[in-house]
């Protein structure tokens, strides 16, 4: 399987372990991701409040550099990317003027089709046969939240059910872990507003490490890098409205996998996370 | 909150001039049911002057002002659960993002997010990628200087992780995307 990957600028910096556990478990699973030649930023959510236009064309440059390489699947690990390459890709193939205006924006590509996206969970639950599996080191005991967030909402053809979501519990399973009782899998984690709304926002990041926490959860699980900044490295700060301590170690659902796949935790980028899963690992009796 | 109703819709109301500025979809605006499914998924209502189904009934009613001078719209933490449910397939999230733009563009005292969203983009534009450091200085000077010195000890111990770094990740050609800015603003000025 070969897909066209679309990093995004979270992965690059901030979110990097996700990147380097997506690529690891993407290897082993032989996976081929091919990474677009110098793709740029999607705008994320500013685009489309400046300007919509601007925020279609900077998606559709990235859908035509996967275009250019006949790539017909592009991997979006985030979900404000993943969310604008399938909004500009649908609106472009339904309205031909307005394909037009975006491509006379572009001065070197041009977008005639409409490549797929998808984010690597989409890829693995449901390209990648789950049976096929190799679990080294089993997660056995461990009781993982699983933590969708929005992205599973993000609106037209959802690979999930956008309500009761159950590709990373299935995973979970696979791995020998133990997913807990957690309603609130799907509740925003307020990170689109950190910024500009800091408090409204860790108070929704404190909602759901309390209820992760009350669910006997020994960590959470994610797909999304606004997710995981939220949920681990504003974890303390979250912590703080509530005049707590959550400890809760946040991991991608891509570490997590590569840690039952027997890879090693430089490969997996374990050291990053802010708040340190090795204590927690080490109990569990899963030596990297 | 509760809305006070006008007692007669205006010609101009009905000419919908104002629903027209909520994006391509607003026709759909008007199949809005009331039914609040939008208000029950969103994380933030209870945080908004307008909740979202009284800010789509406003819209609806022609009454522009009530809803560009309103907070609602940039609390919107863009979740898109609303969008998601709405059982008449209206863009609610959509909506919102064109209404930050419509305030702006009409002059309303300015939100910090949208502070942040021009930090945002005058960076991609700058290097075709976000650098977090430069966004968050932009943004800091142009609302709460102050408020820097605040997220210095985050910003530190990002940075011993090496979740932030010094210099910005950049595209090793920015050309095609900063014609993207100027032909699209361009545009954006000639109408």
């Known amino acids: ?288 | 909150m509760t809305v006070k109703l006008p007692p007669l819709l205006t010609e101009e109301r009905l000419a919908l001039h104002f629903m027209e500025q909520v994006g391509p979809d607003w026709q759909k605006l008007s199949t809005c049911m009331q039914c609040g499914t939008c208000t029950a998924s969103c994380p933030v209502a209870h945080e908004m002057d307008y909740t979202p189904r009284q800010i789509l009934h406003l819209i609806e009613l022609g009454m522009e002002q009530e809803v560009l001078s309103s907070q609602s719209m940039w609390v919107c933490a863009s979740c898109f659960h609303c969008t998601a449910r709405c059982p008449r397939g209206i863009e609610i999230a959509d909506v919102m993002a064109a209404l930050r733009n419509q305030a702006t563009a009409q002059g309303y005292k300015p939100d910090k997010a949208m502070t942040f969203s021009k930090a945002f983009m005058t960076v991609v534009n700058r290097y075709g990628r976000v650098f977090e450091p430069e966004l968050i200085i932009r943004y800091g000077l142009g609302t709460n200087p102050l408020a820097l010195m605040g997220q210095a000890p985050f910003g530190i111990s990002m940075f011993l992780k090496n979740k932030l770094t010094l210099r910005p990740d950049r595209m090793e050609d920015v050309r095609e995307v900063r014609a993207i800015f100027d032909r699209t603003e361009k545009g954006r000025s000639e109408t």
Request: charged letters at 25%; proline letters at 6%; hydrophobic letters at 40%.
């Open chain 1, 1 to 288: 399987m070969r897909y066209a990957y679309y990093p995004g600028c979270s992965l690059q910096v901030s979110a990097k372990e996700y990147d380097l556990s997506l690529k690891a478990v993407c290897n082993r699973l032989d996976i081929e991701l091919v990474e677009l030649k110098d793709w740029n930023c999607c705008g994320a959510t500013p685009a489309y409040t400046v300007d919509p236009l601007l925020a279609m064309s900077l998606s559709a440059r990235n859908l035509a550099l996967a275009e250019a390489e006949d790539l017909s699947v592009i991997v979006a690990p985030c979900p404000a990317c993943y969310k604008n390459l399938r909004k500009a890709g649908k609106a472009l193939e339904e309205d031909p003027d307005l394909r037009e205006e975006v491509n006379d924006t572009l001065t070197e590509h041009k977008l005639d089709g409409s490549p797929k996206v998808k984010l690597p969970l989409e890829v693995i639950a449901s390209d990648f046969h789950l049976d096929a599996l190799e679990v080294e080191r089993p997660l056995a005991g461990l009781n993982v939240a699983c933590y969708y967030g929005c992205p599973v909402a993000r609106p037209k053809g959802s690979f999930d059910n956008r309500e009761a979501p159950q590709a990373m519990h299935l995973l979970i399973e696979k791995l020998g872990g133990q997913p807990v009782p957690f309603a609130y899998d799907t509740k925003c984690c307020g990170g689109g507003i950190v910024f500009t709304r800091a408090e409204i926002s860790l108070d929704l990041t404190a909602k759901l490490l309390t209820k992760a926490k009350a669910a006997g959860a020994d960590c959470l699980s994610v797909m999304c890098p606004l997710c995981h900044l939220m949920l681990d490295a504003y974890q303390s700060q979250a912590a703080r409205r509530l005049q707590t301590r959550f400890d809760l170690p946040v991991l991608y659902f891509t570490q997590l996998m590569g840690l039952a796949l027997g890879l090693g935790k430089e490969e997996l980028g374990l050291g990053r996370n802010m708040v340190s899963p090795f204590s927690l690992l080490e109990r569990m009796g899963l030596k990297v």
